[in-house]
């Protein structure tokens, strides 16, 4: 079984330029979330999708952030205008059940 | 307001003992609680975990406890070997509307000395 892709998998930007990042599930899995894990914290949700609808985004900074599900599969991630503090690894996961998450190897982005 | 903590950033062990990883957590709607493993440069990975219902869950050299009175829970890893070696984030869950979404800690990176 094939895992979380996410891509690209490293990417540097300079501070108010925009970046998208690309994530496709397991098959079959009606969930998918996006994370921001800054250096040394754990994983922080952004916003949580069930199939094609958003369950959770109260997190996301919805002033630079968006995200999209297409057709409850594939899922994108975009920040725009990016911010030194945006630095950070931005992980993928989905799942089968209501607990057990499935991460991608994530992005890391760096702001300069 | 951190409502998981692992208050031990760091964990050093030699190889054969007794690796105990601790993670404590505020609040009390959370009834399911989940260890996740962390390579360099990789996702997390789950490793195991256990419902509020019960006390403690094994899984061959894994065992996790809880404690709800004292909202505490560990991961006991025995013998500990070094490819554990890597980062450890404890989760929790809630049941309900709020079932999927999950409050990671900021983890504890284990060292298993040869």
């Known amino acids: 079984e094939a895992g979380v892709a996410q891509s690209p998998r490293y990417k540097i930007i300079e501070k108010r330029q925009s970046v998208a990042f690309w994530c496709n599930p397991i098959s079959g899995h009606a969930t998918l979330y996006w994370y921001q894990q800054i250096l040394g914290q754990g994983p922080k949700l952004l916003i949580q999708?069930?199939?094609?609808?958003?369950?959770?985004d109260s997190q996301l900074p919805k002033d630079r952030f968006s995200a999209e599900r297409l057709k409850g599969v594939d899922s994108t991630l975009k920040i725009q205008p990016a911010k030194l503090e945006d630095s950070a690894v931005y992980l993928c996961?989905?799942?089968?059940?209501?607990?057990?998450?499935?991460f991608g190897p994530g992005t890391r982005l760096t702001v300069t | 307001d951190q409502q998981v903590k692992q208050n031990s950033p760091s964990l050093s062990v030699q190889e054969g003992r007794i690796s105990i990883l601790n993670c404590d957590y505020t609040n009390s709607m959370f009834d399911y609680f989940l260890w996740y493993k962390k390579y360099p440069a990789e996702g997390p990975t789950f490793l195991i975990s256990i419902s509020s219902i019960k006390d403690k869950n094994e899984d061959g050299r894994f065992t996790v406890f809880l404690n709800k009175s004292a909202k505490h829970l560990s991961l006991h890893i025995v013998p500990s070997q070094p490819g554990d070696s890597a980062v450890y984030f404890c989760a929790a869950s809630e049941i309900g509307a709020n079932a999927g979404k999950s409050t990671f800690g900021d983890g504890t990176t284990l060292t298993v000395k040869p």
């Open positions: 999708f069930q199939n094609n609808g958003v369950v959770d």
């Open positions: 996961a989905s799942s089968q059940s209501a607990y057990e998450q499935y």
